[in-house]
Nanobody
Framework: QVQLVESGGGLVQPGGSLRLSCAAS????????MGWYRQAPGKERELVAT????????NYKDSVKGRFTISRDNAKNTVYLQMNSLKPEDTAVYYC?????????WGQGTQVTVSS
């Protein structure tokens, strides 16, 4: 079993920042890509950002480019999402996801609310 524990969500004013963390534990073999998704009320879950394992190549949804930064600490099996210049439209439940040798796994989600 693999467990993903997310933290760092909350309420923030427009223009503010938050940092999400997602730590993987359990029967982990070899983590490849790590990523973040989000799902706003009434909308489908969408990919926000991914980061590969070796070269740490990153990929971002267009609307978050230049504002969000994904990073990872392989020694800690942890992925981060630094979110700056947050907008109300960034409000959603954010989920981490990892792809490893035997499959892929989701975190439980953390709420991010951007509102004044």
């Amino acid at each position: 079993q693999v467990q993903l524990v997310e933290s760092g969500g909350g309420l923030v004013q427009p223009g503010g920042s938050l940092r999400l963390s997602c730590a993987a534990s359990g029967s982990i073999s070899s983590i490849n890509t790590m990523g973040w998704y989000r799902q706003a009320p009434g909308k489908e879950r969408e990919l926000v950002a991914t980061i590969s394992s070796g070269d740490k190549k990153t990929n971002y949804k267009d609307s978050v480019k230049g504002r969000f930064t994904i990073s990872r600490d392989n020694a800690k099996n942890t992925v981060y999402l630094q979110m700056n210049s947050l907008k109300p439209e960034d409000t959603a439940v954010y989920y981490c996801r990892i792809w490893e040798l035997l499959g892929n796994y989701w975190g439980q989600g953390t709420q991010v609310t951007v509102s004044s």
